[in-house]
């Protein structure tokens, strides 16, 4: 049965994107390592609007992380332009399209015209009615932790009233629900620190083709693969 015409229950609401692989093709191709990250953020945009035309109403995706750092300053520096280019002149492809980009990941080291960047794409989308965008950037799972620990504390909660739900309102935008579904491609079988809350109960998927490679034909595959699990919930 195709996806399309699935009942909406087996669609999920929530789909992570790990997106791996995009200098492994970028090799393959004899192209150099940096434009693999360009035509990775190309395939994104086409990605998330298949996922949103499906009618999964939140797309997360890996797209900077906090481990990041350790690349050469040149693959930092076009990352970091990067997000910039599709901030600022990108965002109202997006925003036509009715998304909804919010940047889930720590402040800490980015520079003002990134931060900058960030808050003008969030500023931009916020009215958008469709699926809600949310890019991992400067992100790692046990940052968004620590950093909703911090915030918590300072906020004098006392230890006797932590629980699961009042720390989950600490997180990076706590209106993004838990991941459903989760797919990491380029055939890596880890989680890499992405999401490790919202991942708690999320059904994985991985995928052999490297993230410039994935194609619509291939989410299709993957969410008639989440169609036919049955989730369990520990019960």
């Known amino acids: 049965m195709a996806v399309n015409s699935q009942d909406a229950e087996s ?14 093709w ?3 191709n004899g192209l150099p390592q940096l ?14 609007r298949a996922a949103s035309e499906r009618g999964v109403k939140f797309v997360s995706a890996f797209v900077f992380s906090t481990e990041n750092w350790d ?20 965002i109202d492809k997006y925003a036509k399209e009715g998304f909804r980009v919010v940047f889930l990941g720590s402040r800490k080291r980015l520079s003002p015209k990134v931060l900058r960047s960030i808050e003008s794409a ?5 009215d958008g009615n ?19 620990v911090a ?17 989950e309102r600490y997180l990076y935008h706590p209106e993004v629900p838990p991941i459903d579904f989760l797919i990491r491609t380029s ?5 890499s620190g992405f999401m490790l809350w919202r991942a708690n109960y999320a059904e994985l998927y991985f995928s052999p083709q490297p993230w410039p490679a994935f194609t619509v034909s291939d989410l299709d595959e993957a969410l008639a693969e989440f169609a036919r699990r049955q989730r369990r919930f520990g019960a």
């Open 35 to 48: 434009e693999g990250h360009r035509r990775g953020s190309d395939n994104l945009f086409e990605i998330a």
């Open 187 to 191: 055939g890596e079988q880890r989680l």
């Open 71 to 90: 690349r050469t300053q040149e693959e930092v520096d076009y990352l970091m332009d990067l997000i910039v280019w599709v901030a600022t002149k990108e």
């Open 122 to 126: 969030e500023s931009k989308t916020k």
């Open 130 to 148: 469709g699926t809600v965008l949310a890019l991992c950037f400067n992100y790692g799972g046990q940052t968004e932790l620590a950093e909703g």
């Open 26 to 28: 970028a090799r393959a």
């Open 11 to 24: 669609v999920p609401v929530h789909v992570g994107l790990i997106l791996d692989g995009n200098r492994r």
């Open 151 to 167: 915030r918590l504390v300072a906020d004098g909660v006392p230890a006797a009233e932590v629980t699961v739900e009042r720390l």
